[in-house]
């Protein structure tokens, strides 16, 4: 096949186009459109030979000669092309099912110095059937003719494409990973232009030196854009011809290709994300406000742009993104009402705010290639997706599943889901690995993460001892698959044996004092209760014994009883021996500081919420969690009562000395990811309740996974 070089540097007119191969111009009624240079390539291709099928093959070695690439990269370039055509797309390139595409309507080729006003000539290969050989040849032919022949063949080839079916765009994902030797950071690091053709991110170098790199979907190499070291985060302006990041405190602007970066204004120092509107104005948020700002493009000093609600108890707006009319935007509301976190929608000319959905991350808008817009938001780590109605400003029909293990980030409790999308239904976005493995981390109230307790290992049930000196843990042996338990010493990180079994050992609780810890064993396949000194001194003791497993809870503050439960039925082990007393129907129960109260979780509901009752348990309980709930634990001096719902770590300000339980004020600390597997405890909270240590999962990022069509996967 001729090299792609090799074009007639003629000038052709289709419908309201205008090609000029010579010069490499696209235009639509005087307007300059921008194509890559391979989809450039692709339709200068496609014109010259009107009418001819080319295989897939022939396209892809007439685009790449000297490269291998695969289908999708060809379908990408077809898909990027329609779009640029917009609606008269079908009109020009048609889909030929297992044979490949051509271009198929009327094309006049006019002498660069005359006006399709005057004389043209007018090619006239005739269109090769769907199902004739892709590989005929065919013979160009030019006639000199006025321009009223013209329009009645014009009119004829108008009538024979009305007979044919348009084409159909198919769903195309692959990947994309950051160049050899750089990683891409979990938080706020991907962005796609508005037309879906490039992508821009953050890449890490080996000497955590971070950068900004930009790569063509067409191409198969990024390369690194100059001025852009220190970045945290980027994002696009709408045509596509400028990027804005945040770095080193400042927001700047960066013209492509090869503009020098401008201060836009100065900002908080730390992670931060904006949007840019048709009309130049930028919306951004740091970690170091608790709103939204506005700011020119072209620079000025920041103004506020939202309010945070008291009385809805609004605590931070992040993450805003404009909608199409370059007016409304949407944004991520965080509560201390669980019921009242979401996507909101907001105008630029007012300052009513309308809530849109809950989420457990930003949002971002997104139009498929048909124009349908769609709002993207994260339930738990599922990336959703819905109908947007802009006209009547709110969501429409059922949401759906586009991928599962969405990479959730967080900085200083703030969640950020990594995903982006075009203007015209190119999305791109990471997932998550599990490794296996967990790491114990302290974390702050506000959920700032303040230091790694260990290295990695698969960690599970890890409890602080009552003076907060050591932890006590259960870790998976990776050669023989079995559970043992170890003791850290939290001031010198000594970590030490304290089980030594082949079977597993796990699920340990310290008693009230610290001497002792008791746990379970697995014995001839039975779980049973067994109880050891801490210093390790002595052999294990064994408490209880019978032919049901039985799972340790808590023991009581006053160290009288061990509670434990066989299925959903949990009952209490005397200290002192003796027949256990219950049943009781609860799970994970944790028993008040004082002594008179016990938390616990049951699904008498339809779903796993946290209760309160008597302790010993009587008549009458209060219900604590309205969205779910598990792992209740108390704060040390019984002010507080501690729960995980939907990944959230959230207190309630309780009073306990009371003849009768009052529970207070409910509020979400902040995001945490957890393990997914069900345990008795996957957090310690400090006795301050200043602090918390959780097990975190460590999991891995994917490479960048970019869809396009991306709705049509789904259905849509």
Request: hydrophobic letters at 40%.
């Amino acid at each position: 096949m001729a090299a792609m070089s090799k074009t007639t540097g003629a000038v052709y007119e289709f419908g309201s186009f205008r090609l000029d191969s010579a010069r490499r111009l696209l235009m639509q009624n005087d307007r300059t459109l921008t194509l890559p240079p391979k989809t450039f390539d692709l339709l200068i291709l496609l014109v010259e030979s009107r009418g001819r099928v080319f295989t897939k093959k022939e396209l892809m070695s007439a685009l790449w000669p000297d490269t291998f690439v695969e289908d999708a990269s060809l379908t990408f370039q077809i898909s990027v092309l329609r779009k640029t055509l917009g609606p008269e797309a079908s009109q020009w390139i048609e889909t030929l099912p297992r044979y490949g595409y051509r271009f198929s309507g009327k094309v006049f080729e006019v002498d660069p110095g005359f006006t399709s006003e005057g004389a043209v000539r007018l090619l006239t290969e005739t269109a090769a059937p769907p199902h004739t050989s892709a590989f005929r040849k065919h013979r160009r032919v030019y006639y000199w003719i006025p321009a009223g022949v013209l329009a009645i063949a014009a009119a004829y080839l108008a009538f024979v494409h009305l007979r044919e079916s348009p084409p159909v765009e198919r769903a195309v994902t692959f990947q994309i990973s950051p160049p050899e030797s750089f990683a891409t950071p979990d938080l706020d690091s991907i962005a796609l232009s508005p037309n879906g053709d490039r992508l821009v991110f953050v890449g890490v170098g080996p000497d955590g030196g971070r950068q900004l790199w930009l790569r063509s979907l067409d191409s198969l190499t990024a390369a690194a854009l100059p001025g852009t070291e220190l970045v945290d985060s980027v994002f696009w302006s709408p045509d596509g011809g400028s990027l804005a990041f945040f770095a080193a405190g400042k927001l700047k602007r960066l013209d492509l290709p090869s503009g020098s970066p401008q201060i836009i204004c100065e900002t908080p120092v730390g992670r931060s994300s904006g949007t840019w509107s048709r009309s130049g104005v930028i919306l951004f948020e740091t970690l170091g406000h608790p709103e939204i700002y506005r700011v020119p493009a072209t620079g000025g000093e920041p103004k506020s742009a939202t309010r945070l609600d008291v009385s809805n108890r609004e605590t931070r707006h992040s993450a805003p993104q404009f909608l199409a009319d370059g007016r409304d935007f949407i944004y991520f509301v965080q509560s201390e009402r669980p019921e009242n976190t979401g996507i909101y929608l907001e105008s630029l000319d007012s300052k009513s705010a309308k809530r849109l959905t809950n989420s457990d991350a930003n949002g971002v808008y997104a139009r498929s290639a048909g124009e349908a817009s769609y709002l993207l938001f994260a339930r738990g780590t599922s990336l959703m997706a819905q109908r947007f109605d802009l006209t009547r400003r709110e969501l429409a029909g059922a949401p759906f599943l586009v991928s599962q293990r969405l990479l959730i980030a967080f900085a200083s409790g703030l969640p950020r889901a990594a995903v982006s999308a075009s203007q015209n239904g190119v999305l791109a976005y990471r997932t998550r690995i599990d490794t296996g493995s967990t790491e114990l981390v302290w974390f702050d109230r506000a959920g700032k993460r303040l230091e790694s307790v260990g290295e990695p290992a698969d960690y599970s049930n890890p409890a602080l001892s009552p003076d907060e000196r050591r932890l006590v843990v259960s870790r998976m042996d990776p050669q023989a698959r079995t559970r043992d338990l170890w003791l850290l010493d939290l001031s010198n990180r000594a970590l030490s044996r304290f089980t030594f079994d082949p079977a597993d050992e796990t699920n340990a609780v310290w008693s009230p004092d610290g001497s002792r810890i008791a746990y379970n064993a697995l014995r001839n396949g039975v779980i049973h209760i067994y109880e050891k000194e801490a210093a390790g001194t002595s052999e294990p003791r064994l408490l209880l014994q019978s032919s049901e497993n039985k799972y340790i809870h808590a023991w009581s503050p006053d160290g009288k009883f061990l509670l434990f439960r066989i299925g959903p039925i949990t009952w209490a082990l005397p200290g002192t021996g003796g027949k256990p007393a219950g049943p009781y129907a609860m799970e994970n129960p944790r028993i008040s500081p004082n002594g008179r109260w016990v938390a616990y979780t049951s699904n008498q509901s339809g779903r796993s919420e946290v209760y309160v009752q008597n302790f010993p348990p009587a008549e009458g309980k209060w219900q604590i969690s309205t969205a779910g709930g598990t792992e209740p634990s108390w704060r040390a001096d019984g002010k507080e009562l501690f729960y995980i719902s939907a990944d959230k770590l959230m207190a309630m300000q309780v009073k306990t000395d009371s003849p009768v339980f009052e529970p207070g004020i409910v509020k979400p600390l902040f995001a945490v990811r957890l393990e997914t597997t069900a345990r008795r405890s996957r957090y310690q909270s400090a006795s301050n309740g200043r602090r918390f240590l959780v097990n975190l999962p460590v999991e891995s990022s994917s490479p960048i996974t970019i869809a396009i069509n991306w709705t049509r996967s789904q259905g849509r």
